[in-house]
């Protein structure tokens, strides 16, 4: 039961891993190359859509390796384990305290209302995403070697 736990646990966290990655360095490299404000609106789309996705995703992961912690605390991948669960808390207080309250502001923009500096805001939540995703990455990584 432990390996199937395990392996469920390294496939979902797996997969955010890589939908946070390409968010990161091929989607919104995609939307700012558009022309005009496709770009702009269609960030505000997907901060709506994976606004409302990537919460459950991460606190889920969490669960997971939290019960793969704890069934697993005698294996010797349990260290690895915990220490990609404290990532997994990182990446969360991260995202609460960096990178939402500027999603939040920023899937309500239109061209007509956007904010003067919406693109230095962008940009700041684009240099927090890549923070983020370094310490996914790493739990990711961690989950892996422990399997």
Known sequence: MLNALEVFTVVVVGVMVGVEFAVAFVLNRILDALPDDSGQLGRAHGGRMLGAVMPV????????VAVWAVTGWRD?????????????????????????????RSKTWTPENRPADWKQQINRWDRFHYGRVAVIIAAFALLAAAH
């Open 57 to 64: 995703w991460y606190v889920g992961s969490l669960v997971l």
């Open 76 to 104: 010797p991948g349990a260290g690895l384990v915990v220490t990609a669960g404290a990532l997994l808390v990182l990446s969360v207080i991260m995202s609460i305290l960096l990178l939402v309250p500027i999603n939040n």
